[in-house]
């Protein structure tokens, strides 16, 4: 049985995470501030005798030490507000826990000799000049907008990530993830998934910013979850900046019509402003991922976004 930090298991992605790792037979330990996580979201979790939370900020509290952590084997920091409309409500929590509490998990991992996997963006990529998006794209994001207190907080992680790996020979890996989705999502989280799925079940109107025709690539969390086991578990992934992301890209208007189609939804399309820096294209090369992990996403859109829904209304009061 192995020892396994999550930073953020209370979160969506974490708590997903946290629930296969210990199906896999595991012992947990979460570190979460709850600034965006549910308790809900890990409570199944913690009756399994195999998972416990400690309420924390990893970029503030010294978790070098904290007794709890001691031999532990494996870290997943996932620890940050993902969507945009929370990222930018605290922009200092956001930049400080990618990038001192980044520093903090991996000092924790070199003292434990345990291997780290930190969950990076497609942010990294900024408002892509290059179509689609390899790992050597260096990039294009804006520091003087809205959008760079995660996007620039995520490139220092990787640096972090970088130096530990080269200087230390530290067993660290990063995984620049692209938009992924299921249900879990707050229902108030702001991300389009469940903006338009709860929109569309409530008959509310489904909000496009922008003229719709910026473009996404979505992966739903299962094969996100596969992809980031995989990069725990192999070798070859020590010290490489790996994409894990579904390459098939959609207009956000053809994703408010799907969900609207797949709802049997009546709601109407309105059109709000595009956000300030908002990316226009993005979708993932996973040449890396396949080679290296020999991972790719296996649950298409309309078939993830059919569970999505599926999970949603099982949901509703
Ligand atoms: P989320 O907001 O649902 O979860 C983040 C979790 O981190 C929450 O439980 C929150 O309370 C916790 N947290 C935030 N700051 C913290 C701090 N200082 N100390 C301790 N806990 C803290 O977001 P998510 O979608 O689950 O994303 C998880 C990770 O994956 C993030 O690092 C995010 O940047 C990355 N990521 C996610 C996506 C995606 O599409 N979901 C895409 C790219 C990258
Ligand atoms: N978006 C939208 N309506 C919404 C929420 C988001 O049209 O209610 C758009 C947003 O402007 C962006 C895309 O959907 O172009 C994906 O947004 P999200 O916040 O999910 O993630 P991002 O990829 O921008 O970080």
Same mark, same amino acid.
């Given at each position: ?98 990038? @001192?509490?980044?520093? !903090?998990?991996? +000092? ?5 000799? &345990?291997? %780290? #996997? ?123 900046? @790996?994409?894990?992301? !579904?390459?098939? +890209? ?5 994703? &408010?019509? %799907? #969900? ?58």
């Amino acid at each position: 049985m192995k020892k396994v930090v999550i930073t953020g298991a209370a979160g969506f992605l974490g708590s997903h995470l946290a629930k296969e790792v210990v199906k896999q037979g595991h012992q947990v330990i979460g570190l979460d501030n709850f600034s965006t996580g549910k308790a809900e979201n890990i409570r199944e979790l913690s009756d399994s005798g195999f998972f416990t939370c400690i309420a924390c900020d990893v970029a503030e509290e010294d978790v070098r030490f904290m007794p709890a952590l001691s031999g532990i084997d494996e870290i997943y920091h996932m620890a940050s507000p993902a969507s945009p409309k929370f990222y930018q409500a605290d922009p200092f929590a956001t930049i400080r826990v990618n990038t @001192i509490g980044t520093a !903090n998990m991996l +000092e924790l991992a070199r003292r434990n000799n &345990a291997k %780290l #996997v930190f969950t990076s963006t497609s942010e990294a990529y900024g408002d892509p000049e290059v179509h689609p998006q390899p790992e050597e794209y260096r990039g294009n994001v804006n520091t003087w907008g809205p959008r760079a207190c995660y996007d620039e907080a995520k490139r220092l992680g990787e640096v972090f990530c970088y130096e530990y790996a080269h200087r230390y020979g530290s067993r660290v890996k990063v995984a620049r993830i692209f938009n992924t989705y299921s249900a879990g999502l707050r229902n108030d989280d702001g991300r389009v998934i469940s903006n338009f799925v709860t929109q569309a079940l409530n008959g509310h109107d489904i909000t496009i910013y922008g003229d719709g025709t910026q473009t996404r690539s979505f992966c739903y969390v299962d094969d996100t979850v596969r992809g980031l086991l995989l990069m725990m578990e192999r070798d070859e992934a020590n010290g490489q900046l @790996i994409n894990l992301g !579904n390459p098939v +890209e959609i207009s956000v208007m053809e994703v &408010a019509h %799907l #969900v609207k189609s797949l709802a049997q939804s009546s709601s109407k399309l309105t059109y709000n402003p595009l956000p300030q820096d908002d990316p226009k294209v993005r979708r993932p090369v996973i040449d890396k991922a396949k080679a290296l992990l020999g991972w790719e996403p296996f649950i298409d859109l309309r078939e993830g976004l059919r569970l999505t829904i599926e999970a949603y209304q099982a949901q509703r009061p």
